[in-house]
Nanobody, 120 residues
């Protein structure tokens, strides 16, 4: 069974920084991509950033220039460095892993979510 363990969330002031980490474990044959999504109160879940196993990245417009996604393939870990935080970044952040099992079947796995709160 695949499990995602997140860490790094918390309370920060506007302009500050946080670094989120997510470690994937379990029966994963290969990882296509890892990423971060967020859901603000009363809002739908939005993509924040993704990164493929090859290092290609994709960012939502509202975080470009402020957030950086990175990964360590050997450790099945993805990071999200969040700088210049804004109150509107307040949300539950979810780690996502798109992985394949031994039969090459693709599945998306999600973490429990970690709360990021940015005060003004």
């Amino acid at each position: 069974q695949v499990r995602l363990v997140e860490s790094g969330g918390g309370l920060e002031q506007a302009g500050g920084s946080l670094r989120l980490s997510c470690v994937a474990s379990g029966r994963i044959s290969s990882v296509d991509a890892m990423g971060w999504y967020r859901r603000a109160p009363g809002k739908q879940r939005d993509l924040v950033a993704t990164i493929t196993s090859g290092g290609s990245t994709n960012y939502a417009d509202f975080v470009k220039g402020r957030f950086t996604i990175s990964r360590d393939n050997a450790k099945n870990t993805v990071y999200l460095q969040m700088n210049t935080l804004k109150p509107e970044d307040t949300a539950v952040y979810y780690c996502n892993v798109r992985a394949r099992n031994m039969y090459y079947v693709v599945s998306d796995y999600w973490g429990q979510g970690t709360q990021v709160t940015v005060s003004s």
